[in-house]
């Protein structure tokens, strides 16, 4: 059985006073998810990282947005995965749309970031989706299995069991438009496929996030999807009365 995964993106937004607001304001919320067996998290700029994991609870995910594939060195504007180990982040989300698209993310150098975060143990949610024209284009799993074969290259069996991976359709995100339960079941469905191979049983181990314009009002028909294992939230993730909606409509 998988767990249940909540996930709040928080892209760039909060400023590091309001991340230590919000990471108190969701202790309780974090209690009742562990009740229920679901896990929750929340990913904040790395300035707010360590305010996030100093007042969150222990058992409140926090993830960091990206991180650079080497220890140290001349990379200017970068982090490194020794720096969030030292704050306890132990989660990156990787090859998210919006840095594939604004920053030149490649699915090769996300698999050079899942290769250096198994060796420390951390645990990527590696992100993929199509744009809205290779949608209309009808390219959709071509370019999902594209991007989780050069993602998930070279990765073992064993390793990738603690693996996340999200499905974000790019027209989806922030639209308001959201892809139908069946597209986001079908496209999850051959994700799954997809990983089965490259790291074989171990797929089956794999959580598969849904994410693009999830509300507390859609949330629950998302994850009645039997391939849907969690949710990757941004919007609707930033306010706490919304993301205890999200929480409460999945328990
Ligand atoms: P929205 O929920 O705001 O559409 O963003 C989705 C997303 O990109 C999460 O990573």
């Not at 139908?180 to 598969?208: H, P, Y």
């Not at 306010?239 to 328990?251: A, P, R, T, W």
Request: glycine letters at 8%; proline letters at 3%.
């Amino acid at each position: 059985m998988r767990r249940k995964l909540l996930l709040g993106n928080w892209k760039m937004n909060k400023l590091n006073s309001e991340a230590k607001e919000f990471a108190i304001a969701a202790k309780p919320l974090v209690a009742k998810a562990r009740a229920n067996k679901i896990d929750l998290g929340v990913a904040p700029t790395y300035l707010s990282l360590a305010t996030a994991r100093k007042y969150s609870s222990k058992a409140m995910i926090v993830a960091a947005q990206n991180v650079h594939f080497e220890d140290h060195g001349a990379f200017t504007g970068e982090v490194s995965i020794p720096m969030l180990k030292e704050l306890k982040i132990n989660w990156v989300i990787l090859g998210h749309s919006e840095r594939r698209a604004y920053d030149n993310e490649t699915s090769e150098k996300c698999n050079k970031k899942m290769k250096a975060l198994i060796a420390n143990d951390m645990i990527p949610v590696y992100c993929v989706g199509e744009t809205l024209a290779q949608y209309e284009a009808g390219e959709t799993k071509d370019v999902v299995k594209e991007q989780i074969l050069k993602g998930f290259e070279g990765i073992t069996e064993e390793q990738a069991k603690k693996f996340v991976v999200a499905y974000e359709p790019v027209w989806s995100i922030g639209t308001g438009k959201n892809a139908s339960t069946e597209i986001a079941q079908d496209v999850c469905k051959f994700i799954r496929k997809t990983l089965k191979s490259v790291v074989g049983k171990s797929a089956n181990k794999i959580r598969i996030l849904y994410g693009g314009s999830v509300k507390p009002e859609n949330i629950k028909a998302y994850l009645s999807c039997p391939d849907v294992d969690g949710a990757l939230v941004g919007g609707a993730s930033l306010k706490i009365d919304s993301y205890e909606g999200l929480l409460n409509n999945i328990l």
